[in-house]
């Protein structure tokens, strides 16, 4: 299997060794900031609206994207949303397998342009698109008013 | 004014190169692209624009470290930060505007120096919205390829071929990194990595640098060339926030083919066009571009790559070159090294992989995880 396994590690030749520091803080800016705030006081989740498109944009952004438009109302996201694709990843974000793999989901929302990226807190086994859920959040003490305030999403439970 | 390609050169692509550090392998690409066009370049380009993103590079500022390695020097040089077929692009529209009558194109990648190449793709993800979050940059096109299945009723089976076909064009082509004989049953089973993705769905990391020399039709005349015509090329981003963007069709690939097609006049792409290299490097990825770029209707290029009709010796050849499954993934070369592809196999200098009786043909790039850019180019063989 020697095709199928040919190192592109060039550490093992001649070279220089270097890294690029590059460490930032980034603003979450005026939308973002609306955004994070609700979240972490009172557990909502805002978008922001285009009144000329009639789009309410999740994340909520400062300027509409078609329109070019500032835009300075918020509207609250529905407590629920659906996976509109999933995803079981088995490496963490530098490459290394997992011992328990993480399950990931692109939530939309009914009248929402856009949607959230996050983690879908189910078993990879029941991971799949199509589900009802809703943000599970950290406890008030938790939150800090960043993304990771959403612990993930969770199915809703069945009314029937 | 009509712009053709009367250069091509190309390295072999390797998993790394030890012998060459970056600035060498521009040197010996060019090299080859001046001795193909048999000019001189430090008096026959009026332009050089390389393509490269800071990054990628691991030093600031790339466009200051060019110009000496390509016999550039004191000579009008630009560095376009992305993909090789948006610098082609912008060669083109050089040399429309009648100041330029010919230009060099240069793209590469020194992957093999990055120690830490998921995280400098890692870089990419929205720092507020998405990273945080600790993914792994390709669960995006895990996400992606989802969609797309689901969308389009394509069988993780097609995804299996595409592997098998690309890994097994790539034993056909000298230059190719990761050509092996896989079959489909190997794809399919794998390692899972960002489901429906698998180990062999993902091509792998190489170095190589692509250099192609432009001129209009009267610089190619005077320079006694046999030009492959650019005959319609065109670029597009679909919205830069994951959460805004299409999910199951590849939106930007489908607007840069309306712009090249209507350039080249191409009316229906499926039959005005003999063969394609599309980015596939995810192998769900050349589906889906098949069928954004109107090569294939929704949902029916998996099911041609079951039934052949891709295979170089299929009805519609797709990356006989083994695209960068078979060649490695070559970042911002990618697109590039495909539009030389394209041309090779329009002088009939493509060797064992030589398609038979092919007049037209379309390269497409992807900007790559978690972009949402493309482009396209068509070329035609002469006069
Ligand atoms: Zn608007």
Request: proline share 4%.
């Amino acid at each position: 299997m020697t095709f199928l396994d040919r190192t592109t590690d060039a550490r093992k030749f001649r070279h220089w060794e270097g890294d690029v520091e590059a460490d930032y803080i980034y603003t979450s800016g005026v939308a973002g900031e609306r955004f994070f705030v609700a979240l972490r006081d009172e557990g909502r989740m805002l978008a922001s609206r285009c009144t000329a498109c009639k789009l309410d944009y999740l994340p909520p952004r400062m300027f509409c994207e078609d329109c070019f438009a500032e835009l300075t109302e918020y509207v609250d996201v529905p407590r629920t949303g659906r996976v509109a694709a999933v995803t079981v990843a088995h490496v963490d974000r530098t490459g290394a397998k997992l011992s328990h793999p993480q399950v990931w989901a692109f939530v939309t929302f009914e009248g929402i342009r856009g949607g959230l990226l996050h983690r879908l807190l189910v078993a990879p086994k029941q991971a799949r698109a199509g589900l009802s859920v809703q943000a599970r959040l950290k406890s008030r003490d938790g939150r800090t008013g960043t993304i990771v305030d959403i612990e993930g999403f969770e199915p809703v439970r069945s009314r029937f | 004014m009509r712009v053709g390609i009367i250069g091509i050169g190309m390295t072999a692509f390797r998993p790394s190169t030890p012998e060459y550090n970056w600035k060498e392998l521009m040197f010996e690409a060019a090299s080859r692209a001046y001795a193909d066009a048999a000019i001189n370049p430090r008096e026959d380009v009026d332009s050089f624009i390389t393509c490269a993103e800071d990054y990628y590079e691991g030093f600031g500022i790339f466009d200051e470290f060019v110009p000496d390695q390509l016999g550039a020097a004191l000579r009008p040089t630009c560095t376009v930060s992305g993909d090789g077929l948006q610098g082609l692009a912008n060669a083109y529209m050089q040399i429309q505007t009648g100041l330029i009558d010919v230009a060099v194109v240069e793209a590469h990648s020194k992957a093999s120096d990055v120690v830490t190449l998921d995280g400098i793709i890692e870089h990419a993800l929205d720092p507020i919205w998405n990273k945080p979050l600790g993914a792994h940059p390709f669960v995006v096109a895990g996400l992606e390829a989802d969609a797309y299945l689901r969308g389009t009723r394509t069988s993780p089976k097609a995804l299996a071929a595409v592997v098998a076909k690309n890994r097994r064009n790539g034993l056909r082509n000298p230059l190719a990194a990761y050509g092996a004989a896989v079959d489909a049953d190997q794809a399919m089973q794998s390692e899972e990595r960002f489901a429906p993705i698998r180990a062999l769905d993902i091509s792998n990391p190489a170095d190589g640098c692509v250099v192609l020399v432009l001129a209009s039709d009267r610089a190619a005349k005077k320079l006694h060339a046999d030009p492959v015509w650019i005959r319609g090329i065109g670029w597009a981003s679909d919205s830069p926030s994951l959460e805004t963007r299409d999910w199951t069709a590849a939106t930007y690939a489908r607007i840069a083919a309306d712009m090249a097609y209507r350039l080249a006049k191409v009316r229906r792409p499926a039959t005005d066009i003999d063969f394609a290299e599309v980015d596939d490097r995810f192998s769900y990825k050349e589906l889906q571009h098949l069928e954004s770029l109107g090569l294939a209707k929704k949902g029916e290029a998996g099911t041609r790559v079951l039934r052949g009709d891709y295979d170089a010796d299929g009805r519609f050849p797709v990356n006989v070159s083994g695209g960068s499954l078979g060649c490695g993934n070559v970042f911002e070369a990618t697109g590039l090294h495909r539009a030389g592809e394209v041309a090779l196999q329009l002088r009939g200098d493509a060797g064992v992989r030589q398609l038979d009786g092919v007049r037209v043909g379309v390269a497409q790039s992807w900007r790559f995880v978690p972009s949402a850019t493309g482009a396209v180019a068509v070329l035609g063989a002469g006069p």
